[in-house]
């Protein structure tokens, strides 16, 4: 009897040994031009990794806190390894990286999907809340240094942004009936999402890293810049 193929273990493979071949492609049509900018800007490069790894770190943190509020104490190379794994899920699928947590945490750790929702939410609202504050701050600086009236459309970009998200972290629990399965599964991740909230250590922790990760974020695209304008 033949043996079944495992396309579960082969596609990701291939997928792999494809990106390899197109990087050594690029590579060799590419040689001269990329080993000069890497000898000009090779201090450049390196602040950018070091910050992407940073970044990718605070978003495993950022991970490791609000599993806890769910009594799901992820080990140390749990929180890191998925927060790196992210953004290759994302190359190939739009949300590939948090639906490839979700499978994770409900495999491994039988963690519910609801309850998955209801953190990975809660992250989104803080994300909207601190970027869409240092957002409205930069652009006010922005504003008051060079007094360019152009840079306002930006204020209507950061400001619904971050009320948008503040109104949301404030409304009241909403107790919906429990007569359909769909509407039990939305009363599972808004009680999540209020045990969330309801900490308030928790919420500074947070928003703390939140920052740590914007400004991760805003160093790599500075040396980018940095690199482009050299």
């Not at 197109?22 to 000009?40: A, G, H, P, T």
């Not at 910050?51 to 080990?75: C, Q």
């Not at 939410?121 to 060079?146: E, K, Y």
Request: charged letters at 15%; aromatic letters at 16%.
């Amino acid at each position: 009897m033949a043996k079944k193929i495992n396309y579960k273990k082969i596609i990701p493979i291939v997928v792999m040994a494809m990106t390899f071949v197109f990087i050594f492609y690029f590579i060799q049509k590419n040689r001269l031009l990329l080993f000069k900018d890497l000898k000009e800007n090779i201090r450049y490069l390196v602040f950018i990794a070091l910050a992407y790894i940073m970044g990718r770190i605070f978003e495993g943190l950022r991970l490791k806190i609000m599993a806890n509020v769910f009594s799901l104490n992820l080990k140390r190379w749990e929180w890191i390894g998925l927060s790196f794994v992210v953004p290759y899920y994302n190359l190939m699928l739009p949300k590939g990286g948090t639906i490839a947590n979700a499978a994770y945490f409900n495999i491994k750790h039988k963690f519910a999907f609801e309850k998955f929702v209801a953190f990975t939410s809660g992250g989104l609202l803080l994300t909207f809340l601190v970027n869409g504050f240092f957002g409205i701050m930069a652009v006010s600086i922005c504003i008051i240094s060079d007094g360019k009236i152009s840079n306002l459309w930006f204020l209507s970009l950061f400001i619904p942004m971050f009320i948008g998200a503040a109104i949301l972290m404030c409304i009241p629990r909403i107790k919906l009936f429990d007569n359909h399965r769909l509407l039990s599964k939305i009363n599972s991740i808004l009680d999540g999402w209020k045990k969330l909230r309801s900490d308030r250590t928790v919420l500074f922790r947070l928003i703390v890293v939140q920052i740590a990760i914007l400004s991760s974020f805003a160093l790599r695209y500075y040396f980018a810049f940095k690199i482009f304008t050299s």
